[in-house]
């Protein structure tokens, strides 16, 4: 063998000056990352789009499994108490007599 070959192999590692700008996100961060997103984008009409991908996918999975209903049931439940809990009005663009 070419003593550099054997070389490159021995050889240590050069140490580097890069260092990672930021954090990687946890796993909770990267599932709740694209709701958020998706919340704010759409404003009041995300709640049902994710009442619908909940029940979507209870319903696809309670093919496999009947567990999929109770366990579907959560997500459900909580986007139809978030899509029917009283919201604040915001300030009226009419005058109000009182």
Do not use: N, Y
Request: glycine share 6%; proline share 13%; with cysteine.
């Amino acid at each position: 063998m070419d003593a550099t070959l054997i070389a490159a192999f021995v050889a240590p590692e050069p140490e580097s000056d890069l260092t990672a700008s930021h954090e990687h996100p946890g796993f909770v961060e990267t599932v709740w990352a694209p709701i958020r997103e998706l919340v704010t984008r759409l404003g009041p009409m995300a709640v049902p789009i994710l009442l619908l991908v909940a029940v979507a996918v209870t319903f696809i999975c309670s093919v496999f499994s009947p567990w999929a209903l109770l366990f579907g049931l959560i997500p459900a439940g909580a986007a139809l108490i978030a899509w029917f809990w009283p919201k604040t009005p915001g300030p009226s663009p009419e005058p109000q007599i009182t």
